[in-house]
């Protein structure tokens, strides 16, 4: 039986290169060919509802979203997620980051998931290096909107590597 995939669009669509995890995942919906076991959705800045997606119970997870690693505009990243454990924080670290989850970020998510015991031990984070993601507007740069063709790719073989069980990204 193929693994259940979440693959989630993260970003926020009013600063610009933020929005590219959300631009990619409204590509994917209107290619509309991913494998039957894969789910998309698109969570904006809203990281709480990739939460209770996960809760659904997935194999593997991809995140799409905007990075900052000092590359130059429009490089793509293909990350295996390492997210800590917050189990392991003090009782004040612990509440100060559970005090408000409405604006959550993806690592927030990822490591409220792990807390809750429903992060895929696959997690992979496919970013884009931004070059205005603090900038207010709508539409994505030039170098960052050409990477997100090339993100349907990176997605496609990501999807490979993780039925086969080589996740070696």
Not at 132 to 146: F, N
Request: proline share 4%.
């Amino acid at each position: 039986m193929p693994n259940r995939v979440l693959i989630a669009g993260m970003g926020n669509v009013l600063r610009r290169d933020d929005g590219f995890g959300v631009h990619v995942a409204k590509q994917l919906a209107t290619a509309n060919n991913l494998p039957m076991n894969v789910k998309l959705i698109e969570v904006g800045i809203g990281g709480i509802h990739l939460v209770h997606e996960l809760m659904s119970g997935y194999d593997a997870l991809i995140v799409l979203d905007a990075v900052e690693r000092g590359t130059r505009p429009g490089t793509l990243h293909t990350l295996k997620a390492t997210v800590p454990d917050l189990n392991t924080w003090d009782e004040n670290r612990r509440r100060d980051f559970l005090a408000d989850m409405h604006y959550t970020t993806p690592s927030r998510a990822m490591i409220l998931a792990k807390a809750l015991g429903v992060l895929p031990r696959q997690t992979f984070i496919i970013g884009c290096q931004s070059a205005d993601a603090d900038e207010l507007g709508i539409g994505l740069s030039e170098p960052v909107e050409r990477a997100a063709q090339a993100t349907l790719g990176e997605i496609e073989k990501v999807i490979r590597e993780i039925q086969s069980g080589e996740t070696a990204t």
